[in-house]
């Protein structure tokens, strides 16, 4: 990247989104989100640790905090070997006495996370949240993990497509995405005073995934239409067979939108390296424009609970549709 778009970087970074009462809701970060099925599975489950804590060991002395899996885990001081190694004896023990269907909560936290509260907007950090759907609902579970933006930039982002690509083949996802996110506090997390900040920067995924994932699994009986799209965008080959072949949609979408794969998908890189976008400045994002014209047919729209928490007089769920059509 040049220096200017480093230093522009660097200013994004250090941006805090507050809240109309002044407290800190939201930063903007590098945030990789990938949607799975089989999350009640001991497979599943196991999988999902594995990508979490691969993540993990990378930007490891950024995190400062870590919640395992288990019915009585609490936050407390990180350490990835004893989250790997406690994380897999709760979940085993769980699926040998047949409790695999209540799921598992796994968390790790950077450092301005606040035990005994447990609060705070940290860049870095991540999550999973899975288990299996009920009867006649798509099964769809969701890991996240996010990074400052800084942290990859002077790479171009090129360690962030790789961690997308492993954590992608590790978990068999069935869609996900990967570029500029906002971050809530992962605990009890606040979206007043972003709507603007989404509304303005089509380039900035609104971070809301389990929203999504509870409507999706309600509306369909397979996880098969996905949410948003990024920098990166994951779609699985099953997925992708309702579309056309990779090479036909490579063609179609050109040399500056690369498709590669990982295991079990491909991944769409929408230029080479990640955008904002600025509606108020007229700065649309064409190759984020190109892949939603590729792919639109694939995405979810039967939205009944909005996902966007838009202030009045906007109504709800029509600033969520606006929001996952943006690209149109």
Request: hydrophobic fraction near 40%; charge should be negative; include cysteine.
């Amino acid at each position: 990247m040049t220096p200017e778009m480093l230093r522009t970087t660097r200013d994004i970074d250090d941006v805090r989104i507050l809240s109309p009462q002044g407290d800190e809701t939201a930063r903007i970060v590098f945030k990789l989100v990938l949607f799975f099925e089989g999350g009640n599975t001991l497979e599943g489950q196991l999988n999902a640790l594995t990508a979490l804590a691969d993540l993990a060991e990378d930007v490891a002395p950024h995190l400062a905090f870590m919640q395992c899996a288990g019915d009585t885990a609490r936050p407390e001081q990180f350490d990835l070997i004893a989250f790997r190694q406690r994380s897999e004896q709760a979940i085993r023990k769980r699926h040998t006495a047949g409790l695999s269907a209540s799921g598992i909560d796994l968390g790790l936290f950077g450092a301005e996370f606040r035990p005994p509260n447990n609060t705070g907007v940290t860049p870095f950090g991540g999550s999973v949240i899975a288990g299996g759907g009920l009867e006649g609902t798509a099964d769809i579970s969701v890991l996240e993990f996010s990074t400052s933006l800084f942290w990859d930039a002077q790479t171009m982002f090129r360690r962030h497509a790789e961690r997308a690509r492993k954590a992608a083949s590790t978990l068999r996802a069935s869609f996900g995405m990967a570029g500029f996110a906002l971050q809530y506090d992962r605990i009890y997390a606040s979206t007043a005073g972003t709507y603007p900040y989404l509304a303005r920067f089509p380039g900035l995924h609104c971070g809301l995934d389990d929203r999504f994932a509870a409507e999706l699994s309600v509306r369909r009986q397979r996880a098969n239409r996905y949410f948003s799209l990024n920098w990166l965008t994951l779609l699985s080959d099953d997925l992708l067979a309702e579309l056309v072949p990779a090479e036909q949609l490579q063609q179609h979408l050109g040399d500056s939108i690369p498709i590669s794969r990982f295991d079990g998908g491909i991944i769409i890189q929408a230029g080479q390296h990640p955008q904002l976008g600025d509606v108020n400045q007229g700065l649309i994002l064409q190759d984020y424009r190109a892949v939603n014209a590729a792919i639109r047919n694939l995405r979810f729209e039967s939205y009944i609970v909005p996902v966007l928490d838009a202030p009045e007089p906007l109504d709800a769920l029509e600033a969520t549709l606006e929001w996952v059509r943006r690209y149109d």
